[in-house]
């Protein structure tokens, strides 16, 4: 059996030593890492609550309980829904998508420039200074928004020092401060998948719409957008996956009576101790990613592979 | 001004707003971290100084304002950033490499699944790769009893490795999958039929063409994990990163040490941008060069004569570099001018708040007397406590 194992072709091709190297750090990767966590906190979800101890007791059992508080509230409460919940989890889906949307259109030009219009001595200087400031870490940049945003920051004490309003503007409790934040914070991920796709056009086709007689924008309607449609979609992609999932921008950022989704997860883990309905809650969060990534992919028909490159 | 014109305007103005929306924020925060004041601010300008990066300061209420040198915790932050940085690398680089190689040689069915599977990671939102680990481990930890799995499994920095391994290990992987996609496989066919093994091939032949994979994705991999947040924070459990350490102090208050540590990151990105493309040109200048004399030796009749011109040209660089450097000297000597640097400054902008929370404490007391002058019966909250509150930067110096 052993000996059959070892004349595989894949054992053959890569020799033993190389060969084992490889199944053990891809089994490891897959399996440990991936697979195993993921479907154990899929189980946990399902389970009470407990102290450790009492895991495997009569009181450790299969549950609907923490999916059903993510609807209906808790058994005690009045209202028929839970309303904070699930409006905690639609302002954050409906805030992502608006985040996204707002990327690519602040993107598109740029990507376009850059692509096509700029020479490639300024090319590369604008690429380089787009990746500059996310060398930096995202609380750090957050941080420097808030230094913008705060009651007595620089906005507030400049706008007042010209005269042109009275008072600050509450821009951190009105979320202004959070929104700004969430497209600042991703924005080169929607940068570069558009510039590598609109980079791959060949220009004859702009100058034959033009030659055509197309305006710029029926140009850019028919024959560049069609074209950079997987960049579009793998910039959409990751901007919304990345936008719903942030922690880091929310806790510097959001006002402290609105809540981002993965900062309630973060509550129901480390500040009441219910791992359970943080893992419930975690699950939702990765449905609805996965959900949006496949019907990104069902809508424009691009491949998994080609949303990340 | 033609309609060309007009267009070429509009994106210059466009291109200046996006790029001023870029680094407008990051800018101020650096002149902050040189204003003396305890809120990071531009306006007011106090004074001039480098104490946020130094020792901090010790405010005029008494309470402690740490500065980046003398910050013990984030110190410690730093370095434990620094060990899972070095954990991530070990374990994801070979990882990645292993499942790149690996994927040149699954079957077509196969092998949508597989990259299904590789690329996963990074559409995990990082929140819930963290959450996962904790669990899963906590719960071997438990069924481990008291040995090496439950002290293993209950220790942060451990955690915090796997966890971070889980999707920086993509990251490695898309890395090597672009190199192998240039490979010649002829190479180790060469090599095989001149009669080496396969663990031969692969240390002398493949090992060598990946190297400046390994080198970038090993940068990007220490990168990801010492920036990382959303997953650390949940695996790290009593530990603490430095991106943790940063987030409970925003949360805590924000203090001008965090603008120094953001400048000095900053300061340390450009260099290292600055320094990344030199080297890259060099180096393209290099394998043009050579090329070019390929190419020469290549025609033998020599007609692709090309005349190297030795020239100085001056870089536009320096211009800008020259203008920095005027600006700067202008603006020290008026900072020295007006006496806006030093500690003469800062003692009399501590000296003046210093009698503001003073006088705001007097009144304070003198409510409060007034409070017991009332006789009990009365405690709610119906007294007039005038306008304490009334200064905003007094209760932002207590968030620390």
Redesign the interface.
């Known amino acids: 059996m052993n000996s059959y194992f070892f004349t595989q072709p ?1 054992f053959k ?3 033993k ?2 060969a084992i ?2 199944l053990v ?2 089994i ?3 399996v440990f ?2 697979i ?3 479907l ?2 899929l189980d ?1 979800s399902f389970r009470t609550n407990v102290p ?1 101890l009492e ?1 495997g007791g009569p009181k450790d059992f299969y549950t609907f309980e923490h999916y059903q508080h993510f609807v209906f509230g808790s058994k005690t409460a009045q209202d028929a829904f839970n309303f904070v919940d699930l409006g905690v989890f639609g302002r954050t889906i409906l805030v992502s998508i608006f985040v996204t949307l707002a990327n690519l259109a ?1 993107c598109y ?2 990507a376009f ?1 850059i692509a096509k ?1 700029a020479n490639p001595s300024t090319a590369r200087l ?1 690429i ?6 996310f ?14 945003f ?5 906005i507030n ?2 706008l007042t ?1 010209i005269g042109i309003i009275d008072q600050g503007i509450l821009f951190i409790t009105y979320d202004i401060g959070l929104y700004t934040g969430l497209i ?1 914070a991703y ?1 080169l991920l929607m940068m570069f998948p558009l510039y590598n796709a609109i980079e791959s056009l060949d220009v004859n086709q702009i100058e034959a719409a033009k030659d055509l007689g197309s305006s ?1 924008f029926r140009t850019h309607w028919r024959v560049v957008i069609p074209h950079a449609k997987p960049g579009i979609v793998s910039g959409c ?1 990751m901007v919304f ?2 936008t ?5 921008t929310p ?2 950022l959001s006002s402290p009576n609105t809540l981002w989704f ?1 900062q309630l ?2 509550q129901w ?2 500040m009441n101790d219910n ?1 359970s309905r ?2 419930a809650y ?1 699950i939702i ?2 449905i609805i ?2 959900i949006f ?1 496949l019907t990104m992919m069902r809508i424009f028909k691009v491949r ?2 080609e949303i ?2 | 001004m033609t309609s060309s014109h007009v267009m070429k305007f509009m994106m210059g103005l466009y291109l200046f707003i996006f790029f001023t929306y870029l680094f407008g924020p990051l800018i101020i925060m650096s002149f902050t971290a040189f204003n003396s004041a305890e809120f990071p601010a531009i306006t007011p300008w106090e004074c001039f100084t480098f104490r946020w990066f130094n020792e901090g300061k010790i405010a005029y209420d008494g309470q402690h304002l740490a500065g980046l040198f003398t910050d013990w915790r984030l110190h410690d932050g730093l370095i434990s950033s620094l060990i899972i940085g070095g954990g991530v690398v070990l374990l994801a680089v070979p990882i990645g490499m292993a499942a790149a190689i690996v994927l040149t040689q699954v079957k077509s069915q196969l092998r949508d699944i597989y990259y299904s599977i590789s690329i996963m990671p990074v559409l995990f939102p990082g929140v819930i790769i963290g959450i996962s680990t904790v669990v899963l481990w906590d719960r071997l930890a438990g069924l481990g009893g008291e040995g090496f799995i439950s002290e293993i499994g209950r220790n942060g920095i451990f955690l915090t490795i796997l966890a971070q391994t889980c999707f920086i290990s993509t990251y490695c992987f898309l890395i090597f999958v672009a190199r192998l996609q240039r490979f010649d496989q002829t190479q180790e066919e060469a090599a095989l039929d001149l009669g080496a093994s396969q663990t031969q091939v692969f240390f002398k032949i493949l090992i060598p063409y990946l190297a400046p994979a390994i080198a970038s994705a090993a940068v990007i991999a220490f990168l990801a994990s010492f920036e990382n947040y959303n997953t650390t924070v949940f695996s790290i459990l009593s530990d603490q990163t430095l991106t943790t350490v940063i987030a409970s102090k925003v949360r805590l208050g924000i203090s001008p040490a965090l603008s120094a540590l953001a400048l000095s990151i900053i300061a340390l990105t450009i260099i290292a941008a600055v320094t990344y493309e030199i080297l890259r040109r060099r180096e393209e200048k290099k394998y043009a060069l050579s090329q070019e004399k390929y190419v020469t030796e290549k025609a033998a009749t020599s007609r692709i004569d090309k005349d190297y011109k030795v020239g100085f040209k001056i870089p536009k660089g320096i211009v800008a570099i020259i203008l920095l450097v005027i600006l700067c000297s202008y603006g020290g000597t008026q900072i020295l001018k007006n006496d806006l640097y030093g500690q003469s400054c800062i003692d009399a902008a501590d000296k003046e708040k210093k009698s503001k929370f003073l006088d705001q404490l007097q009144v304070l007391e003198q409510n409060e007397l007034s409070d017991e002058e009332l006789g009990g019966g009365n405690l709610g909250g119906n007294q007039d406590y005038g306008d304490i509150f009334g200064d905003p930067n007094l209760f932002q110096d207590f968030a620390f």
């Open positions: 894949f091709k890569n020799g030593a190389i190297y490889f750090a891809i490891f990767w897959f890492l991936v195993i966590p993921q154990y906190m946990l450790p895991r602040f030009p740029i420039y219009i604008l380089v200074s787009l990746i500059i400031p060398w930096i870490n995202e609380l750090l940049r957050s941080f420097a928004l808030r230094i913008l705060a009651n007595e920051g620089v004490n400049v020092g600042y924005i710029t992609t996956m990345l719903v999932g942030a922690l880091a806790v510097v993965p997860i973060y883990f480390n791992w943080g893992s975690s969060l990765l990613s996965v990534v998994i592979g990340i490159k």
